[in-house]
């Protein structure tokens, strides 16, 4: 997985621990391309400040994940839920037994929600 | 939900984020039973001490539940895939053929290791 992506899923999950001005600048160099220069001018410090807080900020994300691997368990989960939907569209496209469908249908959409 | 169930879920998941020691004694008082008495005469400290580390792990629990909510999700979650394997059931009882039988059953084994 490339490492942008990454920082982005780990935020999603973890932001809540990362102080604001950590979750602010990993938010605006990984989501919204802004460079080292200009998040720098944005919050009046140092380029270097910039890269010290997005290093602890990561830092900080891969710490909690090799604890708690959450991210390793919601991309487990919505794999196999994604082998689940699947598995249930072939049943829903050979039956023609309207009951079965609608129940399949209330089912997929209830999965999809995890996904 | 009851404190102690909760505290033992809690437990479950952020415990890797506590001390090895409060990790220890929490499950000695809500998992094992322990009271502290006997927690403190196995630790060589006095009750206090031993409801001191009780209190703040609880707190650390509890203040990492509120702001990451995974303990929420969690159950929600088991909750909709719990409602899905009822419904899957009653197509399963419902259904004659064999091919649907057998996808069901192979989807419903997959669900059941995330309820």
Redesign the interface.
């Known amino acids: 997985m490339e490492k942008n992506v990454k920082v982005s899923i780990l935020c999603e999950?973890?932001g809540?621990?990362l102080t604001e001005k950590q979750l602010e600048v990993l938010n605006d160099y990984y989501n919204n391309d802004l460079s080292l220069s200009e998040i720098a001018e944005n919050n009046h410090i140092t380029r270097q400040a910039v890269r010290d807080i997005i290093k602890k900020g990561e830092n900080k994300l891969f710490e909690?994940e090799e604890?708690?691997l959450?991210m390793e368990k919601k991309m487990e989960?919505e794999k196999?839920?994604q082998?689940?939907l699947n598995?249930?569209s072939?049943?829903q496209d050979?039956?023609s037994d309207k009951?079965?469908e609608k129940?399949?249908d209330?089912?997929r959409k209830?999965?999809s929600?995890?996904v």
């Open positions: 999950i973890y809540k621990l909690l604890k708690l959450f989960q196999l839920l082998d689940v598995e249930l072939k049943l050979t039956s009951k079965v129940i399949l209330h089912v209830e999965l929600c995890l």
